[in-house]
């Protein structure tokens, strides 16, 4: 008799993991979303702020952030560089992205800012070949 209580334990365990790793995964997906549109927004921001597509910047990005059933929480436009901010939520948990789209950022704004890197900021160093003297 232990031994069939014993295997509805496991069962019901295993069971539990199951649901657990699930739900995890299901927040994972939805927090990648969150960012996908924010990316998305911060994208179609930047492009109507440059005027490669017509209408009010902050408008372009809302409607994206909306069309990922998310929303559009802040919007900040400077010249053709447009950083936005997006909520969603997930079983009751907040989920927030932050997103910037633009042009590149200069070597001066990347000193400003280290935690951005720039493209111009990338050092490459060359290691010497094996018997090359250095």
Do not use: K, N, Y
């Amino acid at each position: 008799m232990s031994g069939g209580i014993a295997g509805v334990g496991v069962v019901v365990t295993t069971a539990g993991i199951a649901l657990a790793v699930v739900g995890l995964g299901a927040g994972l997906t939805e927090r990648q979303r969150v960012i996908a549109a924010a990316d998305a927004a911060a994208l179609a921001a930047a492009d109507t702020a440059s005027g490669a597509v017509s209408g009010d910047p902050c408008t372009q990005a809302a409607r994206l952030a909306a069309a990922h059933r998310a929303a559009l929480a802040a919007c900040r436009i400077s010249g053709a560089e447009a950083t936005v901010e997006v909520h969603g939520e997930f079983a009751g948990i907040p989920l927030t992205a932050r997103a910037r789209a633009g042009p590149p950022q200069s070597d001066a704004a990347a000193v400003a800012d280290p935690s951005v890197d720039s493209p111009d900021s990338v050092r490459r160093r060359s290691a010497p070949i094996r018997g090359e003297s250095t």
